[in-house]
């Protein structure tokens, strides 16, 4: 496995911790948001899934710029 590949692996990794660790908690965070509003709840919901999109829209960027 060279640099590049294990670098690419390793923040793979990273990022579906994260977004996991961060769905396991959603359902709890909009539970506790939907008790002020439901509006509220579901613009955390929206946020959480446009995250991941977003994310991988980056990744996407930047690797286009290192290639030629």
Known sequence: ???DTR????GAF???LLFGIAAYFLPRVMLAA???STILA???AAVFMVAIFVVF??????QRK???
């Open 34 to 36: 939907g008790s002020f």
């Open 66 to 68: 290192k290639d030629p």
């Open 57 to 62: 829209w980056l990744r996407g960027r930047s």
């Open 1 to 3: 496995m060279d640099r």
């Open 14 to 16: 990273w990022v579906l």
């Open 7 to 10: 670098n690419a692996a390793l």
């Open 42 to 44: 579901a613009v955390i």
